[in-house]
């Protein structure tokens, strides 16, 4: 029932980190869907680890690179997604409203994959593995 609890709680994590994202790309005063392209870092940002889980045996030595690696280019992949709002307010394509409902969004939204990680990442009865 644990499980349950917590994936119910991620996904409403979800849909309000989706939610600061679209108010920053539909509001009348902002009417720009530039900011869209941060979808891309969401998706991106957990294949870099769940590659490296896949690979990684906890008893070779060379394991802790591969996760190392893979902990590096998730990071970068999370603060690119930080910086592209940044850089298109600077640029003038969207305002600095928008910006902030779009940093806002992406907070929440990498929290709540943080969150899924640290609740179904490890090899427990309820392992997001078994789905």
Request: include cysteine.
């Amino acid at each position: 029932m644990a499980g349950i609890k917590a994936l119910i709680s991620l996904s409403f994590g979800g849909a309000i980190g989706l939610m600061f994202l679209m108010l920053g790309c539909a509001l009348p005063i902002y009417n720009q869907y530039w900011p869209l392209f941060v979808l891309f870092f969401y998706i991106l940002s957990p294949i870099p680890y769940c590659i490296a889980r896949r690979l990684v045996d906890d008893t070779d030595a060379m394991s802790n690179a591969c996760k190392e690696l893979a902990i590096f280019l998730t990071t970068g992949i999370v603060v690119s997604a930080f910086g592209l709002p940044i850089v298109f307010a600077r640029a003038h394509l969207i305002a600095w409203g928008a910006c902030a409902l779009v940093l806002t969004g992406n907070t929440v939204i990498f929290a709540t994959i943080l969150g899924f990680f640290l609740v179904f990442g490890s090899n427990d009865d309820f392992s997001w593995q078994q789905w």
